[in-house]
């Protein structure tokens, strides 16, 4: 094909290299594999608006966070690493969130001990933490001590898809869109409820599919039952 109808070049280097070469190098090592669920998500939207009547202002991103810390504390064997063939798992949760720089370049920083702090705790520290990667400010351990990561396109039309998991964590989650549907209640009537697709990626080398299983449809029950 011409170079003349080539419109730009980016060089495969400095920070968009990097992400290149540990995406390349999770595919080729891990053995990946993905679950995906919906869940409905009415419960969670309604216990954010009665936060947000009591003062308490928080992101659907920050109450999901919270049902991934409260599920992670009875699945304790996706929240881990492997490092030297041994696979490591965590008693604190080092929870990643990936996010998208300027110049198309992914890094998914971490908020350290997640499962130690309250719900607005953490949401105060994932908005610290989100400033200082925009402004380059993250330390290195901040940017690859993770024991577990959220990828969220839950702004998108995207419902499902497949996030490649940051080496070395055992297991991402991927946040889908919000959509509503027709469902049929217990008293056989037709009622519209909102829903979220989630997609969890994890390493079958530590990690098997039943247990992730698990988790996922744990996790669906944490968010289902939000707030009460």
Not at 138 to 149: C, K, W
Not at 165 to 191: F, H
Not at 205 to 210: C, F, I, L
Request: a negative charge; aromatic letters at 6%.
């Amino acid at each position: 094909m011409s170079d003349n109808n080539i419109s730009n070049v980016i060089p495969l280097k400095g920070l968009r290299g990097m992400i290149a070469s540990n995406m390349r190098r999770s595919l080729d090592e891990a053995a990946q594999l993905t679950h995906h669920a919906e869940c409905e998500l009415d419960a969670l939207l309604t216990y954010k608006e009665t936060l947000a009547g009591s003062g308490t202002k928080v992101s659907i991103e920050d109450l999901l966070a919270d049902c991934v810390v409260r599920t992670l504390a009875t699945h304790p064997g996706l929240n881990g690493r492997i490092e030297d063939k041994e696979i490591r798992q965590y008693r604190n949760v080092h929870l990643g969130f990936a996010i998208a720089l300027p110049g198309d370049k992914l890094i998914a920083p971490v908020v350290f001990d997640a499962n130690e702090m309250s719900l607005t705790e953490r949401a105060d520290a994932r908005k610290n933490m989100l400033e200082r990667a925009r402004k380059g400010d993250l330390s290195v351990p901040e940017m690859t001590g993770g024991t577990f990561t959220l990828s969220n396109l839950g702004r998108s039309r995207v419902r499902f898809f497949t996030p490649i998991i940051n080496l070395p964590q055992l297991a991402i989650l991927g946040i889908g869109e919000t959509y509503a549907r027709p469902v049929e209640n217990s008293d056989g009537q037709w009622e519209t409820r909102r829903f979220m697709g989630l997609s969890l990626t994890f390493d079958h080398r530590g990690v098997d599919g039943g247990p992730a299983a698990e988790f996922l449809s744990d996790l669906c029950g944490e968010i289902e039952s939000a707030g009460r």
